[in-house]
C-alpha cells in the first residue's frame, strides 16, 4: 500500500511496487513524483527524514537527511546584510539540500531497484506536464511575488497543464549520475552559483561536504503502544514529551473533542513546546538528553505546570512555518516506511537554483542570531527541524505508519493522530478524517496560545467552556487544507493493509 497527498505520487509508489521494488522503493518514488506535482511543498531543494521498518531485523531504522548551513555563513555575516533577526526567505536562509541523498541512502540499504527507476517517472511527468491541482495552483500564486527572476520564469507562465522542463533535465542527470551529480557534480556547481549570485555564500565545497546519517529512533509508550520518531535535530520529541504529559494526567478527559481533552491536549502541547525550544538543536551541540527528555521525573514536572482549570502560558517559540509533504508505504514482506520531505515554508527561500529549475529550501530560518540560543547560526550547523516521521509498534512490531505535514502544527497533529488510533480505536481513514486543531503562536517569537479548529469538531457549548478556561479559540472551514494533510498506513495482523489518505489534500491510499 501507498498513501501520498497526491494521486500521480500514489500510483508513482504503486508501480514500484508492481515491478518488484520494496516499501523504500515506492517511497523514494512516491516523494520524486510529488518533487514534481507538488513542487510548492517539496524537492530536490528539501530535506527528507524517515522511519523504516525491516521485519526480517524486526528492527526500527531512522535516516536524518538534514542539509547544514555554508562554512562561511556567520551571525555577523547575516547582521552585515542589514537583518536585526534571522530573515524568513532568501539566500541566507538556504542550507544544503537533503532530499536526494536520503533518496540514497534508503535505496542502497532497503532498495532492490535503482536511483534511476526512482526518479525517471517523475522527469517524464515533469515533461509532458501535468494538471495544477486547486492546492498547487493557489501556493504558485501565493509564492510569485517572492521568486527570483528565474522562479518566476519557470512558474509565471503555469497554465493548467504545468511542464518543467529544467527540473526534468535535474532528475534525468541525477539518473545518470546518481547522488554524485547533485552533490559533486553539475547540479550542485549551479545550485551554488546561482546562491552567490542571489546574495548568498553557499559554495560547491559545502553541497560535496554534504551526507545524511543513519540513526537510531527514540521513542516513548503511550497507553501501552510504542511512538516512536527521530531523535533531535528533528522536533518529534515535542510529540512524545506531550503524549508522556497527557498520559501522566489525572484529569477526566471526557470523549473525543470535548472541552475536557481538547483542554488536555492543548496544554500538554503547550508544555511540550517550550521545552522543544530549549533543547532541540543541532545534535553535535548536545542540548538534548532524549532519555531526560522523557524520563518520569521529567513528564512529572512539566505535569506540575499545568492546571486542570485554567490555560497557562510558557515561554517564547520559533517563527513558525510550513511546506512539506508526508507519505507512507508498505510492501507484501513487512516492511513499511514512513517519509517527510519538505521546501520548509512553501515554495521555500524563494531562490531557484539557476538553470537546475530547482526551487531550494529555507531551513535556516530556524536559526537565531544570537550566539547564546540553542539554535544559534553558526558555520555548518544544522537548525531545529520541524520534520518527524512517525511509527506505532505494538509488542515490538510496526503496527502504523503516521505522520502529517505542517511545519509547526505536527507535533500538534501527531498528538491527534496517536489518541484516535489508540485510545479511540478509529481506523486510518477515520483518524484522518476527524475534525482537528491547531495551536498558534501569539506573534513571532511568543508562546504558544491560540487555539484554531474546524467548525465540525465543536460547538458554541465547547468553546464557551475552552474560553472559560482562558483559551483563544477561532474556527475555520471544516476539512480546509490549512490544518495539514497527514496519511496513516496500518498493518492488520493477518499481513494485509489498510490505509487513510487526508482529504484536505488531493490524497490517495492504495495498494497495487
Not at 538534548?288 to 522523557?294: F, K, P, S
Not at 516521521?389 to 505508519?401: I, N, Q, Y
Not at 472551514?477 to 484536505?504: C, K
Request: charged share 20%; glycine share 12%.
Amino acid at each position: 500500500m501507498v498513501s501520498t497527498p497526491h494521486p500521480l505520487a500514489t500510483a508513482a509508489g504503486i508501480e514500484a511496487l508492481r515491478a518488484g521494488g520494496s516499501a523504500v522503493d515506492a517511497a523514494v518514488a512516491a516523494n520524486a513524483m510529488l518533487s514534481v506535482v507538488y513542487c510548492n511543498a517539496c524537492g530536490l531543494g528539501g530535506d527528507a527524514f524517515a522511519l523504516v521498518w525491516e521485519p526480517g531485523e524486526g528492527r526500527l531504522h531512522g535516516f536524518n537527511g538534514s542539509g547544514r548551513s555554508p562554512a562561511g555563513l556567520t551571525i555577523e555575516t547575516v547582521r552585515a546584510t542589514g537583518h536585526d533577526a534571522m530573515p524568513g526567505k532568501g539566500p541566507l536562509t538556504i542550507t544544503v539540500p537533503g532530499a536526494v541523498d536520503a533518496w540514497a541512502h534508503l535505496l542502497e540499504r532497503f532498495g532492490r531497484r535503482s536511483l534511476a527507476d526512482a526518479v525517471l517517472p517523475a522527469a517524464r511527468t515533469a515533461d509532458e506536464g501535468y494538471p495544477l491541482t486547486r492546492i498547487t495552483a493557489r501556493s504558485i500564486a501565493a509564492g510569485l511575488p517572492t521568486f527570483d527572476d528565474a522562479a518566476r520564469a519557470v512558474f509565471g507562465s503555469a497554465g493548467d497543464l504545468f511542464r518543467q522542463p529544467l527540473l526534468a533535465a535535474s532528475l534525468r542527470a541525477i539518473a545518470d549520475g546518481g547522488r554524485e551529480a547533485y552533490y559533486r557534480g553539475p547540479i550542485g556547481e549551479e545550485i551554488a552559483r546561482a546562491i552567490r549570485q542571489a546574495g548568498g555564500v553557499m559554495t560547491a565545497e559545502d553541497i560535496a561536504a554534504h551526507h545524511g546519517d543513519w540513526v537510531d529512533p527514540i521513542s516513548s509508550t503511550y497507553h501501552g503502544v510504542e511512538v516512536a520518531t527521530l531523535p533531535p535535530n528533528s522536533q518529534g520529541i515535542a510529540a512524545l514529551m506531550a503524549l508522556n504529559v497527557l498520559q501522566a494526567l489525572d484529569w477526566p478527559m471526557g470523549a473525543p473533542m470535548s472541552a475536557d481533552r481538547l483542554h488536555a491536549q492543548i496544554e500538554a502541547l503547550k508544555v511540550a513546546w517550550s521545552e522543544r525550544d530549549r533543547t532541540v538543536a543541532d545534535p553535535d551541540r548536545g542540548h538534548a538528553d532524549v532519555r531526560e527528555l522523557l524520563s518520569v521525573e521529567h513528564t512529572a514536572w512539566l505535569t506540575s505546570r499545568l492546571s486542570a482549570d485554567r490555560a497557562q502560558r510558557f515561554v517564547p517559540t520559533n517563527s513558525p512555518g510550513g511546506g512539506t509533504v508526508y507519505l507512507c508505504a508498505a510492501d507484501a514482506d513487512g516492511m513499511m516506511v514512513s517519509l517527510i520531505e519538505s521546501n520548509y515554508m512553501g515554495f521555500g527561500s524563494g531562490v531557484m537554483g539557476g538553470s537546475t529549475g530547482i526551487m531550494l529550501h529555507n531551513r535556516g530560518a530556524s536559526f537565531a542570531l544570537d550566539a547564546s540560543h540553542p539554535n544559534a547560526l553558526g558555520p555548518s550547523a544544522r537548525p531545529l527541524h520541524t520534520l518527524m516521521p512517525g511509527m506505532l509498534l505494538r509488542d515490538g512490531v510496526a503496527e502504523f505508519a503516521i505522520g502529517s505535514m505542517g511545519g509547526d502544527a505536527q507535533p500538534h497533529i501527531m498528538v491527534q493522530l496517536v489518541t484516535g488510533l489508540v485510545d479511540d480505536g478509529l481506523d486510518p481513514q477515520a483518524v484522518v478524517d476527524r475534525p482537528r486543531f491547531v495551536l498558534e503562536t501569539e506573534g513571532a517569537q511568543q508562546p504558544l496560545g491560540p487555539v484554531r479548529i474546524e467548525a465540525d469538531g465543536v460547538d458554541a457549548a465547547t468553546i464557551g467552556e475552552l474560553e472559560a478556561r482562558g483559551h483563544e479559540v477561532s474556527t475555520v472551514e471544516p476539512q480546509t487544507p490549512l490544518m495539514s494533510w497527514s496519511q496513516v498506513i496500518r498493518r492488520r495482523a493477518d499481513g494485509s493493509y489498510e490505509g487513510g489518505a487526508d482529504p484536505r489534500a488531493d490524497s490517495v491510499a492504495a495498494g497495487p
